[in-house]
């Protein structure tokens, strides 16, 4: 994973396709969040984010978010499977 800073969010990049395992992306996703959920929490209110590359990601179970100041973020602005992020289940 990797940590980089966007405006004013540490943002936790955790599901990158470069890194893709074929199936379920649902732990690999939820291991991202599970460790921005763990950063602490900035006078601003934000933790951080993940960052979902563009791409499809299948998720075959339930994506928990148990911590505030967590932004679960796409990229993408035109609809195309390239271009964009999709949750699929």
């Known amino acids: ?3 980089a800073k966007i405006g004013p969010l540490d943002v936790l990049v955790g599901a990158d396709r470069g890194r893709h395992v074929a199936g379920d992306d649902t732990a690999s996703i939820q291991t991202a969040i599970n460790a921005v959920a763990a950063m ?7 933790r951080g984010a993940v960052l979902l ?9 339930q994506l928990t978010i148990g911590a505030s100041g967590i932004v679960l973020r796409g990229v993408g602005r035109k609809w195309s499977q390239s271009t964009v992020s999709r949750l699929l289940s």
Request: aromatic share 10%; glycine share 16%; charged share 10%.
């Open 40 to 46: 602490p929490l900035g006078a601003d209110g934000f």
């Open 53 to 61: 590359n563009a791409g499809s990601y299948d998720i075959n179970t």
């Open 1 to 3: 994973m990797l940590l």
